[in-house]
């Protein structure tokens, strides 16, 4: 099964570059087709992963994907699942 992956560990730091990756990974899986991207924001401080729920809950992105699956083994990890 396809997949993509998106490490957010080397923009960490960079607002805007973020919000961007993950509107690029995110426009790629529905041009390709690809059911599951995994996002990782890594484990830190937990800052980078609700910034990555609240992109992820706002309406015009949640309209676009069919539901986010937290890692049980590894909470630095996010997984969305797409209905094509």
Do not use: C, W
């Not at 509107?23 to 992963?49: N, Y």
């Amino acid at each position: 099964m396809a997949k993509l992956t998106l490490d957010l560990h080397p923009i960490y730091n960079r607002g805007r570059t973020i919000e961007a990756e993950l509107h690029r990974v995110m426009d790629e899986a529905e041009e390709k087709r690809i059911k599951t991207v995994e996002i990782i924001p890594g484990k830190g401080s937990g800052q980078l992963k609700k910034r990555v729920l609240k992109f992820l809950e706002r309406p015009d992105i949640k309209a676009r994907y069919h539901r986010v699956d937290k890692d049980a083994k590894n909470h630095g990890r996010l997984f969305v699942y797409f209905r094509f």
